[in-house]
């Protein structure tokens, strides 16, 4: 197994951060009062590579990982892990 670049500690996996901002609209109805509406974006796919960053999950630090298939070679221990 890989061992993190930033603590030194062996990975068995990684953690993939996404964004999980939500939007929804914010109405007003027919008395006045506001409401919230249709959620219109949603979260970030885990499975879409444009988005997200990897970490290591012992010390938290950002891997300079920045797509899924670098992350699996990183697991591989394909990728020089120092
Ligand atoms: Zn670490």
Redesign the pocket.
Known sequence: MPF??????E?EALRKVISTQVTFEFFLNNLGRGFYGEQISDPEDPHDPNYGSFQ??????E?PLDTDKKAEAFLRGELPSA
Do not use: F, N, Q
Request: some cysteine.
């Open positions: 993190c670049p930033e603590c030194g500690e990975i290591c999950p012992e010390c938290g630090e891997l």
